[in-house]
């Protein structure tokens, strides 16, 4: 989880983002702020992983109090000026955004941070054109996702786990992970089911990367799923084709 502050002089725009920041799972609100002074005092204290600053504010305007920080967090920059881009990109932003915002916009702005954070490499995608090659073991079979003007090869061994991400999904594989602007039911549409099966509303698994199964979660690696009573019978059928 991605800890972050919005700072906004405008009540609209901090609903907004906040409405934005809650419905994004891999964020978390720490704080959000109105005046810009009162903002730099908690940020003087308090550790966050990413600031989503607007710029033409009273008193201390955007770009001042990122100046004054000694070790300023990610910061995305969102605004209704566009002059300020140039201005904006020289503190290293991860993204400009301009008002009005959609959330389509703000979700791959805050996905570059998130990726680039948990995966050594990793790539974004626009409209998914995936589709599954058949043979008698995962090993050899694969899918393609459309990355900007080509397409993807993903080795379906190496693919841990999707997780839903608004209205995208990332693909989790063994070397990076992918987004794709795609629903979770399309997703699994193109898996194999005897190896891939969904556990929660928000993820997919791949049964031949799981480790532990409890009663109410399962883990990879390090991380742990919920697994959904909804889905608890699914998952039941699927082990007993994976049990010698």
Do not use: W
Not at 28 to 49: R, T
Not at 119 to 135: C, G, I, K, L, M
Not at 172 to 192: F, K, T
């Amino acid at each position: 989880m991605l800890k972050t502050v919005i700072i906004d002089d405008e009540k609209l725009a901090i609903d907004l983002l906040t409405d934005y920041v809650n419905k994004t799972h891999f964020l978390s609100l720490s704080a959000s702020f109105k005046d810009a002074l009162d903002a730099l005092a908690y940020l003087s204290s308090n550790a966050i992983d990413l600031l989503l600053l607007d710029i033409n504010m009273p008193t201390l305007d955007g770009l001042e109090l990122l100046s004054s920080m000694s070790y300023p967090p990610k910061v995305i920059f969102i605004t209704a000026h566009s002059e300020y881009a140039l201005q904006g990109f020289k503190h290293n932003a991860v993204d400009y955004l301009l008002k009005p915002l959609k959330y389509s916009d703000f979700f791959k702005a805050t996905s570059k941070l998130m990726l680039s954070a948990s995966t050594p490499s990793s790539s974004q995608q626009e409209n998914t054109s995936a589709f599954t090659v058949q043979s008698s073991s995962l090993a050899h079979q694969f899918i393609f996702i459309k990355v900007d003007n080509h397409h993807q090869r993903i080795d379906l061994a190496n693919l841990k786990y999707i997780e839903a991400c608004g209205d995208y999904v990332v693909y989790h594989c063994v070397e990076g992970s992918y987004i794709v602007l795609q629903s979770m039911g399309n997703a699994l549409d193109g898996l194999p089911s005897e190896d891939f099966v969904r556990i929660h509303r928000s993820h997919i698994v791949n049964l031949l990367h799981v480790d532990v199964i409890h009663k109410d979660y399962l883990e990879i690696g390090t991380l742990e799923f919920s697994i959904s009573k909804s889905y608890q019978k699914c998952l039941k059928s699927r082990l007993q084709r994976h049990v010698p």
